[in-house]
């Protein structure tokens, strides 16, 4: 029998891990940086990203944002009370975050709108189908995989990068001057809410999929485990470079 797995170390330290997800956390570390140190990212942080490339990214990413909590639910049904630690760990996570999320989609709104997109363009334009992929692959992998696959494809994957490429936009002061004054404040809170609010949050979700895995995992899973946490890596590349591109928008 497979050894349960309780962390005895700092919640934000790879080695407090067993080997198997510190192997995956790094072997994806190279995916996920693509997207953290993205072009787009970098221009937006120096204020010069263009209006056109600012809308395909609000635009294109309101599905995922809005959808979040929809992708928690998902897996908060596949949740039996009392069934195990890790369970019980998830029930509890997820229970908490899921409101969380909305009031993240509504800050999303405000931040479009600062930028001349308004909630019509978010629900109403179309989208690419590269801008389309990282919400397809979130509503499969929420929809068709267990509870720890599911987790790590979007609450370790998705809110780990997110927390990094947020934290670094606001590194610099030039695109939250770039609003008027009295703008700033909604025009920032999304950004400024992932930049340091969601800090620990990957590192809560890969301690919960260590819980529900445990200290040993079968080859192949692990092998699966770090191609869906890719995968989300991958999708959000892809649409990030359709954001800068002639094709979107």
Same mark, same amino acid.
């Given at each position: 029998m497979n050894e349960k797995f309780v962390r005895n170390g700092p919640l934000m330290e790879l080695d407090s891990y067993p080997r198997w997800a510190q192997d995956m956390m790094l072997s994806t570390l190279e995916a996920k940086?693509?997207? &953290?140190?993205?072009?787009?990212?970098?221009?937006?942080?120096?204020? &010069?990203?263009? $209006?056109?490339?600012?809308?395909?990214?609000l635009i294109g990413g309101? !599905? &995922?944002?809005?959808?979040? $909590?929809?992708?928690?639910a998902v897996n908060l049904c596949k949740i039996q009370y009392g069934r195990s630690l890790g369970e019980n760990m998830a029930r509890k996570y997820l229970m908490k975050n899921i409101r969380v999320e909305q009031?993240?989609?509504?800050?999303?709104?405000?931040?479009?709108?600062?930028?001349? &997109? %308004?909630?019509?363009?978010?629900?109403?334009s179309y989208l690419p189908v590269e801008s389309q992929a990282l919400s397809h692959w979130c509503w499969h992998s929420s929809e068709h995989t267990s509870l720890a696959t599911s987790m790590a494809a979007t609450?370790?994957?998705?809110?780990g990068?997110?927390?990094?490429?947020? %934290?670094?936009?606001?590194s610099? $002061?030039?695109?939250?001057? %770039?609003?008027? !004054?009295?703008?700033r404040k909604k025009a920032m809170r999304w950004l400024k809410l992932h930049a340091h609010y969601d800090d620990t949050h990957p590192w809560e979700a890969l301690d919960i999929i260590a819980s529900l895995i445990g200290w040993e995992?079968? $080859?192949?899973?692990?092998?699966?485990?770090?191609?869906c946490v890719m995968n989300s890596y991958?999708?959000?590349?892809? %649409?990030?470079?359709?954001y800068l591109s002639e094709i979107c928008g």
């Open positions: 940086e693509k997207v &953290v140190k993205h072009d787009l990212f970098a221009m937006m942080r120096d204020a &010069v990203l263009t $209006p056109k490339a600012m809308r395909n990214f309101w !599905p &995922v944002v809005v959808q979040f $909590p929809q992708f928690m009031n993240h989609a509504e800050h999303w709104v405000e931040w479009a709108k600062a930028c001349a &997109v %308004s909630e019509r363009d978010l629900l109403d609450n370790l994957a998705i809110e990068a997110t927390g990094e490429w947020a %934290s670094l936009v606001c610099a $002061p030039d695109y939250e001057n %770039s609003f008027a !004054p009295e703008e995992i079968e $080859p192949k899973y692990a092998e699966l485990l770090g191609q991958k999708c959000m590349t892809l %649409s990030l470079n359709c």
